[in-house]
């Protein structure tokens, strides 16, 4: 099979900062299907940004076929219309793969696009003539695309067959096993070191009974030393041989300071109208009570986030009335990450409200650590500003949080970390999401918005919109010939 692009050995780094990764090689074959899956800011859209010829590398050799043609859809589209975020999204990507092309690279295609016009992605994709590289943090898709997947983490790239679902397992398999040998060697350690210790203690109650005028004593310390001397000797060569192995990253853990006490509805929308281009709903009638769940979701341009601005009080509505009680402590987290800042990720959450100590734990349980925390804003990945907007609406101490889509640029590990937090923060949370797993990990009232009616108060199955979700799947027809 044709190679359309090639790497030997690639490494790149920007100016004056450690090596995004090192010794990376891998092979393009003519129609492959490639899913690139990795943590925020390991480097994925650099790594496509060379590929394209966008970025030079630092390091090693690319080389394209002769002629290749490729099409290219990135993270970031505008389109000077009303449309929504979805449907500009959902726009650019068919105009993308329209044209027939030797190799397609599609940046996080699904961010913004509800279930309807991601299961079309999925569809198109698998008709699709030319090559394919995905980059994606949202698996269902990598796993009806991919019959390659590389997995980008730690500096280096690892390339295996198989869907994102089969790479992920394996590689959890992989660090329960480092684990496994991490505790093995520690113990090993610490018996080794308890044993040296012992012996010290020995040789010096033979020199305290050295100290005697005794012959036989002093001898006898003389030997203490000798038989020390041999077994610290081969205490160290055990030692040596008990390697500690390079650990896995830990589990992220949004972290969240508890927020003051509420009064027992902290919203309530009655009879609210809302219009913004073709997004017309009426007679929204709401309730949110302390520590409650209300998730909006719905096809794009329904409204979702015209109307979870309004509930914030952001928006005006066009008629009825939204109450949230005065003094209520809100923190509302957008749907576009902050600009470009070069306040630090420290410094923006000491902004927000928390403390230096509160500051560190909640940059640290978003994955910020290190080089990190000091790190401006304007440095940090799109996942990496996502999870750091999310650390400073909990930084607020809120008793009520709006979320817009909060899964977007967030990769899988960060996406668990999330539906664990909703599940637990003792906070009120308004939700706009087409994330199957967050309205699942949520469990509160749905209000499924539908463009130009009203909408519908908690018809919505989680269970049953999954079951419909894989139906569809299965039902799309899949390019022959290729591993799924």
């Not at 992220?252 to 929308?269: G, K, M, Y």
Request: a positive charge.
């Amino acid at each position: 099979m044709r190679s359309l692009l090639s790497a030997n050995r690639l490494g790149f780094s920007y100016p004056a900062a450690r090596p995004l990764f090192t010794d990376v090689s891998f092979t393009v074959p003519q129609g492959g299907r490639i899913v690139l899956v990795g943590p925020n800011g390991a480097g994925k859209s650099t790594l496509v940004r060379l590929l394209l010829g966008e970025l030079t590398p630092t390091a090693g050799r690319l080389e394209r076929t002769t002629g290749l043609t490729w099409r290219w859809s990135g993270q970031d589209v505008v389109h000077p219309d009303a449309a929504s975020g979805g449907e500009r999204r959902f726009r650019d990507l068919m105009e993308t793969l329209k044209f027939a092309a030797d190799l397609v690279v599609l940046d996080e295609p699904t961010n913004h696009l509800d279930l309807d016009r991601t299961q079309a992605l999925a569809t198109r994709l698998g008709s699709y003539a030319g090559a394919v590289l995905l980059i994606t943090h949202d698996r269902w898709l990598g796993d009806r695309v991919a019959d390659t997947t590389w997995l980008l983490d730690h500096q280096r790239l690892r390339v295996l067959a198989g869907t994102p679902s089969h790479v992920l397992a394996v590689e959890s398999e992989e660090a329960a096993a480092a684990w496994s040998h991490y505790d093995h060697a520690k113990k090993e350690r610490q018996r080794i070191a308890s044993s040296m210790h012992q012996l010290d203690h020995f040789a010096v109650k033979a020199h305290q009974a050295a100290g005697s005028t005794m012959p036989s004593a002093e001898r006898r310390a003389k030997q203490m030393d000798a038989r020390v001397t041999a077994m610290k000797r081969r205490l160290e060569r055990e030692a040596a041989r008990v390697s500690l192995p390079d650990l896995p990253d830990g589990p992220l853990w949004f972290r969240f300071p508890d927020p003051p006490p509420s009064p027992p509805t902290v919203l309530r929308a009655v009879d609210v109208a809302v219009t913004r281009g073709r997004a017309r709903l009426t007679n929204i009638t709401a309730t949110v009570p302390r520590q409650g769940r209300l998730v909006l979701t719905g096809a794009n341009g329904a409204g979702k986030t015209t109307l979870l601005e309004v509930l914030a009080g952001r928006r005006a509505a066009g008629c009825g009335r939204v109450d949230i009680p005065p003094g209520l402590s809100v923190a509302f987290c957008p749907q576009i990450p902050m600009g470009e800042s070069d306040r630090s990720v420290l410094a923006y959450l000491t902004a927000r409200g928390a403390t230096a100590d509160e500051a560190q734990r909640l940059a640290v349980g978003a994955g910020l650590v290190g080089t990190r925390l000091q790190a401006p804003v304007s440095q940090l990945s799109g996942g990496e500003r996502r999870r750091l907007e999310i650390a400073g609406a909990l930084a607020v101490r809120a008793a009520l949080i709006f979320l817009d889509e909060p899964t977007l640029d967030l990769d899988f590990r960060a996406r668990e970390a999330l539906y664990a937090m909703v599940r637990a923060v003792p906070a009120a949370l308004v939700v706009a999401t087409h994330d199957l797993s967050l309205a699942d990990a949520l469990r509160g009232t749905v209000l499924a918005l539908t463009a130009g009616n009203d909408p519908t108060e908690d018809p919505v199955n989680v269970d049953q919109l999954k079951a419909q979700l894989e139906q569809a799947a299965e039902a799309a027809p899949k390019p022959r010939g290729r591993r799924r």
